[in-house]
């Protein structure tokens, strides 16, 4: 089956603000993709190219097997797009902007399909101005499913939301998978996205600067590794900070906190040396790397590489 989404050499400027650099990705139908990175680093825009809310300076955009610059009406026909933020009438309730936001629609869900499926029953004759912000994301997202779309983007859906409603919509989200849906999901949340993408894209000053699976990532990574080991006695951290992989080193009494880029070589030298020393191990705990860690070595590369971002102001003027 063909991917769902390709995007080639996409490129986006304002002025003289280059806000999406050559970005190409694929998704392939029935992935959570997440599409990752700091604020600025052109998540949005890409987003907003794809949907057809901008105009690419150049590149090819391909949605569910449509050209998404020639034919932007009939990509609308396919997709569903929930924004950072929805905003309704204040009085308009969860049932009436369903059903209006279904007549755009050849093909669209009856709103009480999806009054039930977001748990927005109690809710479904309120006014929007009464709805907390959970709720409101909630309908953002039944919106975005009211014309049976093929592939749905969430940009940024939980920001802002307590943790109860993120682990909401994080269960929303797993579902849409379980029931085939293709997904693109922009977030700043890495745990959110280590938890639920299929594969990710981490995009930083408007180029990608990786794809993969979480898991791949993490394991390709040179991002290091976090220890706390707890002793019988205390150890010497000059002679801790001389094993094999071994820096950071904070020696506190009889525990000591360190980062390794070589779990096993320094766990291995640990051992030998502790055994020398005749010093037991009261605990070790180890922390391996994550999608964050990842996440913020890489970007900070790209930062040092002298690349130069575009400011945030600029970003929340070409987001509208």
Not at 60 to 84: F, M, S, T, W, Y
Not at 169 to 174: C, E, M, Q, S, V
Not at 203 to 229: F, K, N, Y
Not at 262 to 282: D, S
Request: proline content about 5%; overall charge neutral.
């Amino acid at each position: 089956m063909p991917a769902h989404v390709v995007v080639r050499d996409l490129r986006k400027s304002y002025g003289e603000v280059e806000a999406v650099r050559g970005v190409s990705f694929k998704i392939e139908p029935g992935e959570i993709f997440g599409l990752l990175g700091p604020n600025g680093a052109g998540k949005t825009t890409t987003v907003e190219c794809l949907v057809g809310l901008r105009e690419p300076d150049s590149g090819e955009l391909e949605v569910c097997g449509v050209d998404a610059r020639r034919n932007p009406r009939e990509v609308k026909q396919k997709i569903g797009v929930a924004l950072q933020t929805t905003s309704l009438q204040d009085k308009i309730t969860p049932r009436e902007a369903l059903r209006l936001f279904g007549s755009f629609y050849r093909d669209r869900v009856a709103p009480e399909v999806l009054i039930e499926r977001f748990a927005l029953t109690e809710k479904a004759d309120a006014c929007f101005d009464t709805l907390s912000g959970g709720q409101r994301q909630r309908l953002a997202i039944a919106l975005a499913f009211v014309n049976r779309p093929q592939l749905v983007f969430l940009d940024e859906p939980t920001t802002g939301l307590d943790p109860q409603a993120r682990r909401e919509l994080h269960a929303a989200i797993a579902r849409m998978k379980a029931d085939g849906y293709t997904v693109l999901f922009t977030t700043h949340y890495l745990d959110e996205a280590e938890h639920l993408c299929d594969r990710v894209a981490i995009i930083d000053r408007g180029r990608i600067v990786a794809e993969g699976r979480p898991r791949e990532l993490i394991a390709q990574s040179s991002a290091v590794q976090s220890v706390t080991l707890v002793t019988s006695r205390p150890l010497d951290g000059a002679k801790l900070a001389a094993l094999p992989g071994v820096s950071a080193v904070v020696a506190e009494g009889t525990e000591s906190r360190f980062q390794t880029s070589h779990a096993t070589a320094t766990l291995g030298a640990l051992t030998a040396w502790l055994g020398e020393l005749r010093t037991e191990v009261v605990e070790l705990r180890v922390k391996k790397a994550s999608l964050e860690d990842v996440f913020l070595k890489l970007t900070r590369e790209e930062s040092r590489a002298g690349f130069s971002p575009p400011s945030n102001e600029a970003e929340d003027q070409k987001a509208g």
